[in-house]
């Protein structure tokens, strides 16, 4: 996380240039960096894919999609034609190689101190690229490549995707993304927990009851499941989202903001992740399925009624999760992972837990229970910091009530802030890697999970199901209970 220099130029290469993740996330981050003035002048976009466009009919398509992605507060059509002059379309199969004759003829015409080749395609493609790319010396030591995940199905898969890169890509050119690490929410954390001594004393099992990390989803799969019934919400996101939210939480403090340093601690984290059993995934798992229901005032469909999803599918739209930590620091503390589509609502954020005061000498609350203190940190849609702590209530009786101490950052830091994309690419361009995925850290994290999708595929009663607009199935809710704990929920 440390600020790297800005090279003097550069360019980044977008294989599936023209597909949706460049048009709705990339091409718009891009356009806020070069509209906030963090881009260099001599830095230039390649937008490679299939589609048989003109220069001029790329440059149009682009125009209507990415408008749509970006606030209209945020759009000024002046910045908007400057940046599209930073854009070149390159009509490659990426499976052909000698059309990469023309990229490499493309790229020695503007020669730049670093160039990024960004494969927003799917993972099989990705030893093809990097072969081809290596064939016309496009993968010099200034070059990087990034990955877009699923970075693998299981851990076989992962490591043959590792290895097929390894070839052409030394791994301190190889950045694997993780949208959420690059959430202003996200290094806020680390700045709450390293840049403060009030709480590191407290972060700890002496102090902290439990953590609890949400990633919740309202909208259903929409027009992607071909993909997501192959993939499930396992594999989409408690292996790289939840687990990498989960490091930043547990993780000990660093020696400094470097790369490695980060990522060093962050691996140790899941060192100590407590393998599962298959009796463990019995237990300490749960995973659901949506049926129809109702979801922002409208009935939705079911799982099984969606587009391309077999009648008996068993893929999981929900998860939920007992997660250990076997060390010092967290021994004995679960950390809960809950994910899930068709939720009431749109969420991510983690809660601190802490233990509750050793003897009450105050009444029990009108409500007839009482709060401990808890940590929120809420990184969607909105994102603040929240403390809760007990206060006494006015009135003439001692009876306390939890009052909210308030980080919002929109409030406090006026002006806009940069997206998770935007800092990312920024951060490839620069070669920062602290908040970008390790290649031991990818696998530890397959190792981890891949227990959990053996048993689960090997058990017949298949994912519970759950209302659409619900919170899932009861079972996750047991999960806590029978530790004496509940969800978090505070609207």
């Not at 294989?15 to 830095?43: I, N, W």
């Not at 980060?262 to 009796?279: D, Q, S």
């Not at 010092?328 to 802490?354: D, M, N, Q, S």
Request: with cysteine.
């Amino acid at each position: 996380m440390s600020q790297l220099p800005f090279p003097q130029s550069f360019n980044l290469v977008f294989f599936g240039g023209a597909g949706d993740l460049v048009t709705r996330k990339l091409l718009p981050a891009m356009y806020q960096c070069h509209k906030t003035g963090r881009l260099v002048e001599s830095g230039r976009i390649l937008c490679l894919d299939l589609l048989d466009l003109t220069q001029e009919a790329f440059l149009a398509m682009v125009d209507d999609k990415v408008r749509q992605f970006v606030p209209k507060a945020d759009w000024d059509d002046a910045v908007w034609a400057t940046f599209l002059s930073r854009l070149t379309y390159l009509k490659l199969d990426a499976t052909q190689q000698e059309q990469y004759v023309a990229l490499k003829t493309l790229l020695k015409q503007s020669p730049a101190e670093v160039t990024v080749f960004y494969l927003s395609t799917a993972p099989f493609l990705f030893a093809t690229i990097c072969s081809n790319l290596t064939r016309q010396g496009l993968n010099g030591p200034n070059s990087r490549v990034v990955l877009e995940k699923p970075l693998g199905h299981d851990l076989a898969s992962s490591n043959a995707i590792t290895s097929d890169v390894d070839r052409f890509f030394y791994e301190k050119q190889v950045y694997r993304i993780d949208h959420y690490l690059g959430k202003e929410s996200v290094q806020n954390l680390m700045a709450l927990r390293f840049g403060n001594s009030l709480f590191e004393p407290l972060w700890r099992r002496m102090w902290i009851s439990n953590v609890q990390i949400t990633i919740a989803e309202d909208v259903g799969i929409g027009s992607r499941g071909g993909f997501y019934d192959k993939t499930g919400a396992l594999r989409d996101m408690v292996q790289n989202h939840l687990l990498q939210l989960l490091c930043f939480v547990a993780m000990e403090p660093p020696a400094s903001l470097d790369s490695d340093a980060i990522r060093n601690e962050k691996l140790k984290v899941l060192e100590c992740l407590v393998p599962f059993t298959r009796e463990d995934v019995l237990t300490k798992t749960v995973r659901g399925q949506y049926r129809a229901g109702v979801s922002g005032g409208r009935p939705v469909k079911g799982y099984l009624d969606e587009e391309n999803i077999p009648a008996d599918s068993k893929t999981e739209t929900f998860v939920a999760i007992k997660a250990e930590i076997a060390n010092w620091r967290w021994a004995g503390v679960p950390f809960y992972l809950f994910t899930g589509k068709r939720l009431p609502t749109r969420l991510a954020e983690i809660v601190v837990h802490f233990h509750d005061v050793p003897h009450h000498i105050f009444p029990l609350p009108s409500s007839g229970s009482r709060a401990p203190s808890k940590l929120v940190i809420r990184l969607q849609p909105d994102e603040y910091i929240r403390l809760y702590l007990n206060a006494k209530a006015p009135g003439d009786s001692m009876e306390l009530q939890p009052v909210s101490l308030d980080l919002d950052f929109s409030g406090k830091f006026k002006g806009r802030r940069a997206e998770a994309y935007e800092r990312l690419l920024l951060d490839t361009i620069r070669g920062n890697q602290a908040l970008f995925v390790r290649q031991d850290e990818l696998e530890l994290a397959w190792r981890w999970v891949e227990p959990i999708l053996n048993t689960w595929a090997a058990d017949p009663s298949g994912p519970k199901p759950y209302a659409a607009g619900t919170w899932g199935p009861s079972a996750s809710s047991e999960l806590l209970s029978r530790d004496g704990f509940g969800w978090h929920d505070e609207g």
